[in-house]
């Protein structure tokens, strides 16, 4: 039997009014890393503010933009290492936490640099731990960043941007606050909380899946279906937004267990096409489980269980499930009906392959792919084209 392992490193606050316990976990000298629509709602301030309460020194960076680059990621660092900061807080969506977990990553290597780190993936020199605190705060109801251990930032140094995912470290404590994702726009909702669904299901029948991920997996995904469209639907719905905010976390505390294909091959329809990360995974998700179903069959048959989801065929019933979200939550079905032509993916398609068969989330797919599997895919995605399961 295997030897497998998990940690939670990242102290989880959640409920009404969890943000106010942000003055017992600052420093003295406080980084606070934002996007734009955060400094618009007041949240940046309100942030700022709560560490003044502690008698911490705060400023700002909140130059955040979605799929940041690695010169974003260090010009962040620059701003950090002139201020002496003790710790850094992410208040905002999954780009935000990424780069807010990869400044701190530098910051605490000071030898190395962004781009060293970026190189480096998953295998990046030791981190000196202890030096700097980093508190996440999700804005949105999907990445699990919050309490992921990787980020993801795109590198355009070789020409054409690629989305290359990273180890940081996970944040020291996580705020899970509904007053954040009730601001969330409702295509965002969508997508970040499909984001959050595939990270459960990849997670589930992951090669490196086990019964403590697979418990999470299930109540996230168990909540995503049941909450996703009335927190897209309903604006004003905040058991709905709640509920989804939790089930992200959880299910990003699920990516121990590694991911799989669809996140693999969904990091390069971003950067290909401007489609949001958790829309290229919505569009991918039920050709992936059904590719895998040969290999993964009794997992998913087990979830299909724990979901009560039924039938001769609960494989293929679960993969009609997921699809069906995406209907109820607003999203179109193909890469076609998202807008993309059959000329612009002929001609993306190499090099996608060529990315997608080198992403790091192939390695814990349950089934490996070849580069033809992988085009197969991305055609199928395409015209929605599932396979037989």
């Known amino acids: 039997m295997a030897i497998l392992s998990f940690s939670m490193p990242t102290e989880i606050h959640l409920g009404n009014g969890a943000l106010d316990i942000l003055p017992s976990l600052c420093g003295q000298r406080v980084l606070v890393v934002a996007d734009p629509a955060m400094t618009q709602l007041g949240f940046t301030e309100r942030v700022c503010a709560l560490a003044q309460q502690a008698g911490a020194a705060t400023t700002v960076f909140d130059a955040i933009e979605p799929d940041p680059s ?24 999954g780009s935000t936490l990424d780069v807010t977990k990869t400044m701190r990553a530098a910051c605490e290597t000071p030898a190395v640099t962004v781009a060293e780190l970026m190189a480096a993936g998953f295998s990046p020199p030791p981190r000196q731990t202890g030096q700097i605190s980093c508190i996440a705060i999700p804005s949105t109801s999907g990445t699990g960043s919050e309490v992921s251990r990787g980020a993801v930032i795109t590198d355009s140094s070789a020409g054409a941007p690629v989305k290359r995912v990273l180890f940081t470290g996970a944040p020291d404590a996580a705020i899970i606050d509904p007053a954040f994702p009730a601001t969330m726009p409702p295509h965002v909702a969508a997508d970040t909380g499909y984001d959050a669904l595939a990270h ?21 995904i168990a909540t995503v279906l049941a909450q996703l469209p009335a927190s897209v639907q309903e604006f004003g719905n905040t058991p709905a937004r709640y509920a989804m905010h939790v089930a992200a976390t959880m299910a990003g505390a699920t990516m121990r267990a590694g991911l799989g294909l669809c ?24 050709h992936i489980v059904a590719y895998n179903a040969g290999v993964a069959g009794d997992s998913y048959s ?64 349950p089934r490996q792919p070849t580069p033809e599997d992988i085009e197969a895919l991305y055609w199928d995605a395409w015209e929605d084209r599932r396979a037989e399961v």
Do not use: W
Request: charged share 15%; aromatic share 2%; net charge negative.
């Open 70 to 93: 690695q010169e974003l990621c260090a010009a962040g660092v620059e701003l950090a290492e002139d201020f002496a900061l003790d710790t850094i807080i992410g208040v905002g969506g």
């Open 200 to 220: 459960a299901v990849e997670s589930y029948a992951s090669a490196e899946t086990h019964r403590l991920t697979q418990a999470l997996a299930s109540d996230a």
């Open 263 to 286: 996140h693999a091959l969904s990091h390069q329809i971003t950067p290909a096409f401007g489609i949001s990360h958790g829309r290229a995974n919505a569009l991918l998700l039920p």
């Open 302 to 365: 087990e979830l299909a269980a724990r979901l009560g989801i039924g039938g001769s065929n609960p494989v293929a019933a679960l993969v009609g499930t997921l699809a069906e979200l995406r209907t109820r939550a607003g999203m179109p079905a193909s890469l076609r009906e998202a807008g993309v032509t059959k000329e612009q993916l002929t001609q993306a398609l190499p090099q996608m392959v060529a990315n997608g068969s080198r992403d790091p989330n192939v390695a814990s797919n």
